[in-house]
């Protein structure tokens, strides 16, 4: 087993917990329907999350060369690891305390989602830099130095913004980051 191996299996594993998370919440809601209006914003919260999540494990691998199997690494990706899936359960509703529109849920739960994928990210790249040093960034395009802040401010103007179609924006703009992203990707 090698060392990326033995520090990756717990976060793998929470990791897919948080996935699960945001797909159950999806699955609940639309089983719950048509008690619970559904809307937009909560959906694309969950495709968000679910597009980070994804993000992160893309990191995770682009690193697997540098990751030591040490008690600090474990306890840094404990932490991020941990963050998401505080996010992912906090996207939908419980059975408990749903009430019947998610719009409502959404702008109380928001920003408490947004804050945890800030400090993901930011914890995630410091974590590569710590292990990497600059060589963390090397292979960055301009392009990714560019949308960086971008994503970033996003993150931060969603947690703090109140208005359905600024949220709306947001959410819009950060999910095209991802979908503009991955298909860059593809092509290369």
Known sequence: MSAF????????L????????VLGGFARTINARPKIRLGWLTPLLAIFVMLDVTGFWSIAWQARDAVPPTYGALVVGLAITGLYYFAASVIFPNAQGGGNDLDQHFFESKGKVLAAVLLCQLLAHAARFAVMGPSAFAHWSFADWAITPVFLGGLIAGIFLRGRTASLIVLVVLIGMYVLDAVRNLSS
């Open 5 to 12: 191996e033995f520090v990756f299996s717990l976060f793998g």
């Open 14 to 21: 929470l990791l897919g917990f948080s996935l699960v998370e």
